[in-house]
């Protein structure tokens, strides 16, 4: 494989990435609405490993979209037949768009069922808005979540009105 081969896919991959983490939120925000699917991706890790079923980004990793950004110790993207199957990133997961962030301890996002779930303390904000859990899985093609308590076996929220 040529070196410049190598790096499309590699640019291809991680752009899929991107493209495919939601924006998440359930009836905060419409599901992807906040991925920026004209912009071009960028992707950094103290080391990168690249197999025909796979892209690793290891240490201190990230992937960056225009204004989203997903951070994590470590980032793994499956691939089969040269496209994304599924993207997992573990280790102080921390996922920004412009009105969202998501922190938890794992986060994986499988394509074919078109969920993304976020394990370990979550913890979503949106402006004001605070919610917190110990598992979150939101199915991007029904829009619809589901919340698991935490350590203290408990949902919260706290939501703010328009405007204030």
Request: aromatic share 6%.
């Amino acid at each position: 494989m040529t070196m410049a081969k190598t790096r499309l896919i590699l640019l291809a991959a991680t752009t899929a990435a991107m493209l495919a983490l939601p924006g998440v939120g359930g009836a905060q925000s419409t599901p992807g609405a906040a991925i920026a699917g004209d912009q071009p991706g960028m992707w950094t890790g103290r080391t990168v490993e690249y197999t025909p079923s796979g892209i690793s980004l290891i240490g201190e990793a990230e992937v960056l979209q225009g204004d989203n950004r997903l951070r994590a110790n470590r980032i793994d993207m499956t691939l089969s037949d040269g496209a994304l199957t599924k993207a997992e990133a573990v280790g102080g997961v921390y996922f920004v768009t412009p009105d969202q962030t998501m922190r938890g301890d794992r986060a994986v996002y499988d394509i074919a069922n078109d969920t993304l779930t976020v394990t370990g303390d979550v913890i979503l904000n949106q402006g004001r808005n605070v919610a917190t859990g110990g598992r979150l899985v939101y199915n991007l093609r029904t829009e619809t979540a589901r919340w698991e308590g935490g350590a203290d076996g408990r949902v919260q929220g706290v939501f703010y009105p328009r405007g204030n």
